[in-house]
């Protein structure tokens, strides 16, 4: 089972398992060409220690970020800056296990996003874990998919 850890619906804390090796995964979170399998295209600059670029999700839905931490195939954390959205910040960490990579993302300062990013992100690491395997998912089922998580975790007991 890929999600293994869940945070209640007042966080983002995540915790997936992928079976791929912890470089592939770091290869699908940084590199230009593997981006578009998961998160969007990368229109502005690189995914970097100290870099800053810009995500375009889709439909011209820019993204701002700046990488705020960063070590190679370990982890990565940046702001999180949607127009309209307050700015916020993504961090995730990789760690090998005997299964693939274990994968933990945490986004933090949604305020009442946060729900609805919890259930985007189990979206988002779906999409990942597939283009780390090299079978990504077609786009064009990622709101199917998240209307699915959504309506799950609404019925998730709290606490």
């Not at 127009?83 to 993504?90: G, H, M, T």
Request: glycine share 8%.
């Amino acid at each position: 089972m890929p999600l293994l850890q869940l945070s209640p619906p007042d966080q983002v804390d995540l915790t997936w398992r992928i079976d791929a090796p912890v470089d592939r995964v770091w290869a699908c979170l940084t590199r230009s060409d593997l981006l578009p399998q998961w998160l969007g295209r990368l229109t502005d600059g690189r995914v970097a220690a100290g870099a800053q670029f810009v995500i375009d999700h889709g439909e011209g839905h820019l993204c701002r970020s700046t990488t705020t931490g960063y070590v190679e195939a370990k982890s990565i954390a940046l702001t999180w800056d949607f127009p309209r959205e307050p700015q916020s910040a993504v961090s995730i960490a990789l760690a090998a296990g005997s299964a693939g990579t274990e994968l933990r993302l945490m986004h933090d300062a949604l305020g009442p996003l946060t729900s609805s990013y919890r259930d985007g992100w189990c979206v988002h690491l779906s999409y990942l874990e597939a283009a780390a395997l090299g079978i990504p998912l077609p786009l064009s089922l990622f709101w199917n998919l998240h209307g699915t998580i959504e309506r799950l975790n609404a019925r998730r007991p709290v606490g």
